[in-house]
Nanobody, 125 residues
């Protein structure tokens, strides 16, 4: 399994950024896809996950209304569109996957079997 994030950057507060994740080595449509993040000095936290590109998308309260997760089944890629960024969004962002067969929506970092190496997002105030 390989997950490779990209798109992290330095951005001003109030700005927008889109993260991408290239995936391979597993059955893409049999997995929830997700984004996690780890801010400096803090624990890894769940940000969002996606079963499909319709109503089955979930967000942490801290990003709801500002972030949008999506997936491209043909390209086997995962995206995170982020807007109205604040300094609290500064973190290393990881894409992650968990099998749908477990029968429950993954909401904790430990629910995910694989994640990438991360891409850094820094929001300057």
């Amino acid at each position: 399994v390989q997950l490779v994030e990209s798109g992290g950057d330095l951005v001003q507060a109030g700005g927008s950024l889109t993260l991408s994740c290239t995936t391979s080595g597993f059955t893409f449509n049999a997995h929830y896809v997700a984004w996690l993040r780890q801010a400096p000095g803090k624990e890894l936290e769940w940000v969002s996950n996606c079963y499909d590109n319709t109503r089955n998308r979930y967000y942490a309260d801290s990003v709801k209304g500002r972030f949008t997760i999506s997936r491209d089944y043909d390209k086997k890629m995962i995206y995170l569109q982020m807007s109205d960024l604040t300094s609290d969004d500064t973190a290393l962002y990881f894409c992650a996957v968990a099998p749908i067969s477990r029968g429950r929506v993954p909401r904790r970092p430990t629910d995910f079997d694989f994640r990438g190496q991360g891409t850094k997002v820094t929001v300057s105030s």
